[in-house]
């Protein structure tokens, strides 16, 4: 993968940001406190991030023409989620920089070529098969053992698009029940706690990652994040090398989330997946690190020093899906608690509405 020289944006540069949800949102109030403009491009319309930028553009990511109006338009191109068109991405970066590189979101979007690349670069992941067919995905079950997973190999998050099978005879259902012919058949991890690291790479290539977090989650969607995870000095050391290795061979520019499994067998630490962006189990970082993910984000991008990570507190951030939101004001009341509301005007099942970080002192006990 190629890398382009090191570019630092002056002050009143504007940022071209691709998606406008709660990210994209978090990024752009990150960007405009670092004295930076930003201009989102998104289709939908109400969307969280338009409220707080200072220019929106709304037509599709396949609209070239559109696209080539917005690339005169900024400095340096990023995105707040990976369900980007990857030709619009090549297509923007003949034009301008774009952070992360179209070549990262091709392997991120596809977690066959993401668990290539992890094996390839010495990352351990569960066994997994590619499979197009149904009999090919019983064949890959029966070599890779009971209990297996069925996904998809793109557009999946918050659990769509993944089958458990626990029975053989259960696989034609799985199969039928994704839709889809691009599959991977992956062997169940027995683990007791997901982590995930945030890490982030400068265009000069400086690595600086946050403490490793532990994930908790409800109806396959993050509930709980929990910083640091309660694991050893010597696991948390082992992820932190390990999100280390992923983001320097992706020559990758901006923040990485790297969402890892915690086992109590060999090897401990296996890789489940990566994410190009901004991350929900790293909203924490706004109150209890000097730098949050989101500012650390639009540090990497714009070519600036990367800022401080270490833990002011430990923290907890619980997310307000569907009705939480009507907790609103008994958490505004609550001392101690920092409340964010995305801005969304409807409350749905399994949709993020918002979340709230609350934080302790460093070595007290945490709650839950």
């Known amino acids: 993968m190629k890398s382009m020289s090191v570019k630092s944006l002056q002050t009143g540069s504007v940022i071209g940001m691709l998606g406008g949800g709660q990210l994209g949102r978090m990024m752009a109030m990150s960007a405009a406190q670092l004295g930076f403009h930003t201009h989102i491009y998104c289709p939908d319309e109400r969307n969280p991030g338009e409220q707080v930028t200072d220019k929106l553009t709304r037509k599709a990511y396949d609209d070239r023409e559109a696209l080539s109006v917005f690339a005169q338009s900024v400095d340096v191109v990023t995105y707040e989620f990976e369900n980007i068109p990857v030709e619009s991405v090549r297509f923007l970066e003949?034009?301008?920089?774009?952070?992360?590189?179209?070549?990262?979101?091709?392997?991120?979007?596809?977690?066959?070529?993401?668990?290539?690349?992890?094996?390839?670069?010495?990352?351990?992941?569960?066994?997994?098969?590619?499979?197009?067919?149904?009999?090919?995905?019983?064949?890959?079950?029966?070599?890779?053992?009971?209990?297996?997973?069925?996904?998809?190999?793109?557009?999946?998050?918050?659990?769509?698009?993944?089958?458990?099978?626990?029975?053989?005879?259960?696989?034609?259902?799985?199969?039928?029940?994704?839709?889809?012919?691009?599959?991977?058949?992956?062997?169940?991890?027995?683990?007791?706690?997901?982590?995930?690291?945030?890490?982030?790479?400068?265009?000069?290539?400086?690595?600086?990652?946050?403490?490793?977090?532990?994930?908790?989650h409800k109806n396959h969607i993050l509930d709980k994040s929990i910083a640091p995870a309660r694991i050893s000095a010597d696991l948390q050391e082992a992820a932190v090398d390990m999100a280390t290795t992923i983001i320097t061979a992706l020559n990758y520019v901006g923040l990485l989330a790297v969402e890892m499994f915690v086992s109590d067998d060999e090897p401990q630490l296996r890789v489940n997946e990566i994410a190009p962006r901004v991350h929900n189990s790293g909203h924490w970082t706004i109150e209890a690190c000097a730098t949050s993910q989101f500012e650390q984000h639009i540090r990497a991008v714009c070519g600036l020093p990367l800022g401080g990570v270490d833990l002011y507190a430990q923290a907890v951030m619980t997310n307000l899906i569907g009705d939480d939101i009507l907790q609103y004001n008994d958490l505004l009341r609550e001392a101690g608690a920092n409340v964010h509301h995305y801005g969304k005007s409807q409350a749905r099942p399994g949709r993020k509405m918002g979340h709230v970080t609350r934080l302790y002192p460093l070595g007290q006990k945490l709650p839950g």
Not at 143 to 161: C, H, M, N, Q, S
């Open 94 to 216: 003949q034009h301008v920089a774009v952070y992360p590189s179209a070549d990262v979101l091709e392997i991120a979007q596809d977690r066959l070529f993401e668990k290539d690349f992890l094996n390839k670069n010495g990352i351990a992941t569960a066994a997994y098969r590619a499979v197009n067919t149904v009999e090919e995905a019983v064949d890959a079950v029966a070599e890779i053992g009971l209990p297996a997973v069925l996904k998809t190999r793109r557009f999946g998050y918050d659990g769509k698009g993944q089958v458990i099978v626990r029975k053989a005879e259960d696989v034609p259902a799985a199969w039928d029940a994704l839709g889809n012919d691009r599959i991977i058949v992956e062997g169940f991890v027995p683990f007791r706690m997901e982590i995930s690291v945030l890490a982030a790479r400068g265009q000069d290539g400086e690595v600086c990652c946050f403490t490793p977090v532990e994930n908790q």
